[in-house]
Structure formats: C-alpha cells, structure tokens
C-alpha cells in the first residue's frame, strides 16, 4: 500500500449507530487531519494531529470523536450522527517542516450516509 | 479567519486556456497552494506560491500577488482529462501543523 488508505469507502448508518473511519498513511508523516467535504461546500477541517497530539478541533460537535494512537494512523468514531452528517469524509498527511509548500497528502475518502 | 471565493464554474474547449481565480482574506499569510480534485477521486496537490509572480509548472501556472490577496491558477492547452474540480487553500493559523483553508472549489468542464 503506497499514499494514504481509508476503509470503509462507502458507509450507510443510522443515527443510532456507533461505526468507525480509519485512515493509514504509509508516507511517514508527522500530522494528519480530518476533513469534510459536502457538496457544494469548502472542504471543511474538522481535526488536526501533529506528533499524535491534537493540535486543533474546529468546533466540531461531540458526535466525532478523533483517535490517533500512532503518527500512521487515525480514525475517527461516530455516534448518533444527524442526517446533515452524510458528506465525503477526507483524511489526510503531511509532513510538517518550516517553510516550504503546506502539502497535504489526501485519501480516497469515505462516502457517509447517515439515513 | 480566513476566507477565498473562486468561481463556481468554468468550461472551455480542448486546446484552450483557462484561468481559475481565487481571491481571499486572511489576517496572516503563508502561501497560496492548489489542488486538483476529480469526480469521486481525492484532491491532488497541483502547486504552492508564496512569492509575487507567476510559476510554471509544465501546462500549469500559477500566479499571486500578495498586495491585491489574490492568485490564478492558469491552465493551457486543455485536455478533456482537465475536467475536474480546482481548490484554492491558504494556510490558517500558526500552529505546528499545517492547516490549510481550502475555497469552494471551481469545476472546470472541458469540452471536446
């Protein structure tokens, strides 16, 4: 596996549901983040990890909640979603270093429906 | 915060330029980068412009002028493959990662 992996790619779940996203970055990476994007939108950051820490929550509601045990992975829990939660939901790397282009390295995404 | 606005939209044909603005509002400024997203894929890094001026990158250029917070990303010789969706992002905050503030993107549309 090369880049930036998440399972599941497709996720169909009710608002009573508990489920998971998990993202792999096999770039060595120091920070990862979680996006989303709806349609229409702005790609919206939602969480930021660098080192394993995290590094900024953009206000985004208790429902998310963001895991990252190690610098190559992330996930992120879901519960009791809303339907206006049904969007692309993005992972991200990047390498973080002084000066130089803020690349951001992106994964497939996974497509949520929350019904 | 910081805010960009870029078109919604642009078609063109093959064989043609087309220039896909981006203007923003920032209270600080690191950089104006570009992605590349196509239906159903992931944003792709396409460039990443911190002085004034204008960088080519193959059929790719992309232009920024910090005094006017505004840049272009300047597509030549269009391939149908070109259709796709274009993000403008600038780098939010000051903390040690990099967080970037993407635009609403433009979907350009190349006709044949």
């Known amino acids: 596996e090369t880049g930036v992996t998440q399972t599941p790619r497709h996720l169909v779940m009710g608002m009573t549901n508990k489920k998971s996203l998990k993202c792999e970055q096999h770039l060595g990476h120091n920070a990862m983040y979680w996006y989303k994007q709806s349609a229409k939108k702005p790609l919206e950051l939602m969480f930021v990890?660098?080192?394993?820490?995290?590094?900024e929550n953009n206000s985004v509601p208790s429902r998310f909640s963001p895991e990252c045990p190690n610098s190559s992975h992330l996930f992120l829990h879901l519960h009791t979603l809303q339907p206006e939660d049904s969007a692309l939901y993005l992972c991200?790397?990047?390498?973080?270093?002084?000066?130089?282009?803020?690349?951001?390295?992106f994964g497939p995404g996974t497509r949520l429906t929350v019904l | 915060g910081q805010s960009l606005e870029q078109p919604s939209e642009v078609t063109a044909v093959e064989g043609a330029i087309v220039q896909i603005n981006c203007t923003y509002q920032?209270?600080?400024?690191?950089?104006l980068s570009w992605y590349q997203q196509h239906d159903g894929g992931a944003p792709t890094f396409l460039s990443y412009?911190?002085?004034?001026g204008l960088e080519e990158t193959g059929r790719f250029s992309s232009f920024l002028s910090r005094s006017d917070s505004y840049g272009y990303l300047l597509l030549q010789e269009l391939q149908m493959k070109d259709s796709a969706s274009y993000f403008c992002?600038?780098?939010?905050?000051?903390?040690?990662?990099?967080?970037?503030?993407f635009g609403s993107g433009t979907q350009l549309t190349v006709l044949p």
């Open positions: 992002a600038v780098r939010e905050g000051s903390g040690s990662a990099r967080q970037l503030t």
């Open positions: 412009t911190a002085l004034d």
């Open positions: 990890y660098n080192f394993k820490e995290q590094t």
């Open positions: 991200a790397s990047s390498q973080d270093q002084s000066g130089g282009p803020d690349t951001q390295y």
């Open positions: 920032t209270s600080g400024f690191y950089g």
